[in-house]
């Protein structure tokens, strides 16, 4: 806040709302691309595309906004980000293993047989 006046000196700081309705539409699509309800998912190459869909947003994001606001932004986004893909996972039937990404045994198989 400004010297205890009730405005706020973030004045750039862009919903998370805004952004999740950016990246929303594009990783329900990559959720239907790679998986199946009676498989599941191709987990590693569907959070490796949801990576690069919010690097990319990010980035025009940011254009919009200072320094002192990105920071505020980051620090929202971190704490809910799991929340939201977790209910963006949901929604669409499957288990978020995205975010926090979940490394089990299959994960361990999937990395030893893509680096042979």
Known sequence: MADGAGYTTLTR???????VGM???AIKKLIHTYG????GLRHKELCDEIKKIIFD?????????DPPSKKEWSTK??????GIFNKL??????VNMCYPFKMGSSYVYHRFRDRH
């Not at 947003?57 to 906004?65: A, C, R, S, W």
């Open 13 to 19: 700081v862009i919903p998370i709302d805004f952004f």
């Open 23 to 25: 990246i929303k539409d």
């Open 36 to 39: 199946h309800k009676d498989c």
């Open 57 to 65: 947003n990010k980035k025009i994001v940011f254009q919009h906004m």
């Open 77 to 82: 986004w971190d704490k809910q980000r799991n």
């Open 89 to 94: 996972f949901q929604d669409e039937g499957f």
